[in-house]
């Protein structure tokens, strides 16, 4: 069993990642890969944590991109996290998450409804932050009953305290990933709604669809699965889990791909 989409407490997830790869060797997963938001602080210590449980763990990282002012998702495969150009364009992904934290928090304050963001962005050291954190703090001042209701109430598109971000183009983020030895694939391609930039972006480089979501029906998936068909891209998979309480209904074992799925994701590395 192979979930290639996971987070850890080095983005929005709830469990460290050493707790996160022993739940995921409990619930019976062979391969791994941990993709938090724009960082690879969490996969020292998933990969340390790995061979402990023996199981395989693949590099991984789901980074922001922005297409026409809205958020495009991108996972990169096997990256190399100590190549220094890639390292530099996520610790600048993470600058720009950190500015956008604080206008949000700004406009909070001045909603009447602040939060302790000193607290929150203390100590971050490499791991990244992002509006699920601010969720967090605004349900511990009492403003949210959980991240959902958050992000509905202050936080999503058009909600008060939305601040737009700046990001680079999806094609960039494929170029970035692809010198580090990285593969990369379109997250959630049903939630993000970019189909018609998908013949663009395989040309560009992109090596994958994910087919496989815990947001996905069947329906769906069945359709990406020939959308990626029909480019001749990879089909790759997994549960997008946070945690038990994360934003998501994702369960974890239950969004996975089959060996030849991964065999033919990691085919196309550079
Ligand atoms: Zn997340
Ligand atoms: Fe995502
Ligand atoms: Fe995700």
């Known amino acids: 069993m192979i979930d290639l989409h996971l987070h850890t407490t080095a983005s929005d997830g709830l469990l460290a990642p050493a ?6 060797a409990a ?18 210590e998933a990969d340390e944590a790995a061979r402990r449980q023996g199981i395989r763990l693949v590099s991984g990282v789901e980074i922001t991109a922005i297409h026409e002012k809205r958020d495009v998702h991108m996972l990169a495969y096997f990256v190399d996290p100590s190549n220094a150009a890639f390292a530099g364009f996520l610790e600048s992904q ?17 909603l009447g409804c602040p939060i302790d963001d000193e607290s929150l962005l203390a100590d971050r050291k490499g791991r990244s932050v992002g509006r699920p954190l601010i969720a967090d703090a605004l349900i511990a001042a009492g403003r949210a009953v959980d991240r959902d209701d958050a992000f509905r109430r202050f936080l999503a598109e058009g909600a008060p305290a ?6 680079p183009r999806p094609e960039t983020v494929i170029a970035v990933a692809r010198q580090a030895g990285g593969v990369v694939s379109l997250a959630h391609p049903g939630l993000t709604k970019i189909d018609d930039l998908i013949p663009f972006l395989a040309t560009a480089g992109l090596a994958s669809l994910e087919v496989r979501h815990s947001d996905h029906d069947q329906a769906t998936e069945d359709r990406y699965r ?13 549960s997008d889990f946070h945690g038990d309480l994360g934003h998501r209904g994702a369960v974890l074992g239950q969004i996975t791909i089959s060996e030849q799925e991964l065999a033919d994701l990691e085919s196309r590395r550079p």
Do not use: E, K, Y
């Open 27 to 44: 619930c019976g997963l062979s391969t791994i890969s941990v993709t938090d938001h724009d960082t690879t602080a969490g996969l020292a």
């Open 226 to 238: 020939q959308v990626a068909a029909q480019h001749g891209l990879a089909v790759s998979g997994g």
């Open 94 to 110: 993470r600058r720009d998450r950190l500015r956008r934290v604080r206008q949000i928090a700004d406009r909070l304050a001045a």
């Open 162 to 167: 939305f601040v737009p971000r700046p990001g």
């Open 19 to 24: 707790a996160l790869v022993a739940r995921a």
